[in-house]
């Protein structure tokens, strides 16, 4: 009896799992950087012991509130990446996995952009979806 994933290429799961990783990352940042700032709590320290001359003024002045949006609008495109990564490996909707893919290339990285050429290239293995 032959295997049913012997069909299955790896192009697909690893853009699918390149997008969750990207995903996990976009999540913990975006919450990250939200809550630290809604705190009041410093996002560096000028004085930091291990990075010396790392620091310095923050660039939206007092203005927060765009920096709180768009730490949770980075979040949320997390939340996107992985659903879609979630459906690249189950072979469930090409635009979906196309969508999570391109979700975890907007923060412009090396990881998305191989998820976005691995989700494109594995496109065949999506099983009676019409494109």
Do not use: K, Q
């Amino acid at each position: 009896m032959a295997s049913e994933s012997g069909d299955r290429g790896g192009l697909l799961s690893a853009g699918g799992i390149l997008s969750i990783i990207v995903g996990a990352f976009e999540i913990i940042g975006g919450a990250l950087v939200a809550t630290l700032l809604l705190l009041g709590l410093p996002l560096w320290h000028p004085d930091f012991p291990f990075a010396p001359g790392f620091g310095g003024g923050f660039p939206f002045g007092s203005n927060l509130t765009v920096v709180v949006i768009l730490a949770i609008v980075v979040a949320v495109l997390g939340i996107i990446a992985i659903v879609g990564g979630v459906s690249a490996i189950r072979r469930g909707s090409y635009g979906l996995s196309l969508l999570g893919a391109v979700c975890a290339l907007i923060p412009v990285n090396i990881l998305g952009l191989l998820a976005v050429i691995f989700v494109s290239l594995g496109r065949g293995e999506f099983g009676g979806e019409e494109y």
